[in-house]
């Protein structure tokens, strides 16, 4: 029965990692099978329809909307640019004048004899997809995007803000404990994904920003921190899409909280290496985590993959867990006993538990439904 538990998080030091680039409309696929790329590499684009923008001509001119045809400059189809002459009618011998002036650059879609309005479409929007993760081509999407695999180092964080960014991983903490502080913020950590421990605070973060650091992976920081950063309150969004200057991950909760030991060793073996992260965090239905991906350069099967994944099997004793739920919430343990008989819990139900012992060395029995496994 202890297999039937869900892993939770995972932190492993190689596996194989899949990401699907995908344009949001159909477009140009750039790369072709087996294509080596880099994070930063475009892969696919397409440009987004512009805005539309209407023009209530016929009522500029003081004519009816079936007169419009006769007073247009330009015909559907035709570009334009802000400030042209779209339509004219004039008056007493060609004395007076009223004139429709295209209001942005665009091209005429619609000139309507029933509404009397012309409709234009701005330029259009080029969007560009990029790789994400240094890896190779295992698939394409015939006008839609690409599938990159790699082998390489994966950790899931527990929440995060900011989108995809990628640069060397620089450890600014000696313990899993250490509080990122102002004076570690220094010029050299431009661009680099930093690795602090158990906290930081936002006027750091902010020094961070204004320093150019494209990331921060930390075992925690405050709510309040959060609303600060951003300016409102969250609530249930999808993070990922906020302009803040970097990507900030937490790897275990909201609060001063140390970094899981195994997280913090393996980040720190991965030092100098090209990370890829992404803050992006949905709660919900469809929980998505944020992510910390070191790409190894190499190729992995899909069979070796499954034989790693395979072997570090389900919930057992060793195990390392995090308590989702209070008391002791965040903390970690390691899982001493499973016993298989339902046990009486405190709300007079009775549901299956296991016994832990905490870093503090006390042991505690608790509902497997308060933890969440740290998947090796």
Same mark, same amino acid.
């Not at 299956?352 to 497997?368: N, S, W």
């Given at each position: ?150 082998? !390489? $180092?994966?950790?899931? &964080?527990?929440?995060? *803000?900011?989108? =995809?960014?990628? /640069?060397?991983? @620089? #450890? ?67 993070? !990922? $899409?906020?302009?803040? &200057?970097?990507?900030? *991950?937490?790897? =275990?909760?909201? /609060?001063?909280? @140390? #970094? ?117």
């Amino acid at each position: 029965m202890a297999h039937a538990y869900t892993p939770g998080l995972r932190v492993t030091e190689k596996t194989l990692i899949e990401r699907e680039r995908r344009l949001p409309l159909t477009g140009e696929v750039l790369v072709e099978i087996g294509a080596e790329v880099k994070a930063e590499d475009i892969v696919a684009r397409t440009n987004l329809p512009g805005n539309v923008q209407i023009v209530k001509a016929a009522s500029i001119l003081g004519i009816t909307p079936e007169d419009l045809g006769e007073a247009m400059l330009v015909k559907k189809g035709d570009h334009v640019k802000k400030g042209d002459e779209i339509a004219m009618v004039s008056s007493f011998f060609g004395v007076f004048k009223n004139k429709v002036m295209a209001p942005a650059d665009g091209t005429i879609e619609e000139i309507s004899a029933v509404t009397g309005q012309v409709i234009m479409r701005g330029a259009s929007i080029p969007v560009e997809v990029a790789a994400y993760i240094d890896g190779w081509v295992s698939k394409v999407l015939p006008n839609e995007g690409v599938v990159i695999e790699t082998a !390489g $180092g994966f950790v899931q &964080g527990i929440f995060g *803000i900011g989108g =995809e960014v990628s /640069g060397e991983l @620089k #450890m600014v903490a000696d313990k899993a404990s250490d509080e990122l502080t102002a004076d570690k913020i220094t010029p050299d950590l431009r661009d680099k994904i930093v690795v602090a421990g158990a906290y930081v605070t936002y006027d750091v973060i902010k020094k961070a920003i204004d320093a150019g650091v494209r990331g921060i992976i930390v075992g925690g920081f405050k709510d309040s921190d959060l609303r600060r950063i951003l300016g409102y309150d969250l609530g249930v969004a999808i993070t !990922g $899409g906020e302009k803040i &200057g970097l990507t900030l *991950i937490q790897t =275990e909760g909201f /609060g001063d909280m @140390k #970094m899981a030991g195994k997280t913090f060793a393996m980040l720190k073996s991965f030092e100098g290496k090209k990370v890829c992260i992404n803050g992006a965090t949905q709660i919900r239905a469809g929980v998505m985590r944020p992510e910390i991906i070191i790409p190894l350069g190499q190729k992995m099967s899909k069979e070796d993959a499954e034989s790693i994944h395979h072997a570090s099997g389900g919930l057992m004793v060793g195990s390392v867990i995090r308590v989702i739920r209070e008391p002791r919430f965040g903390q970690l343990a390691t899982v001493t006993e499973l016993p298989a008989e339902l046990t009486k819990v405190d709300s007079e139900t009775m549901v299956r538990v296991l016994k832990a012992k905490f870093e503090d060395g006390e042991e505690a029995l608790m509902p497997r439904a308060n933890v969440e496994m740290i998947e090796g």
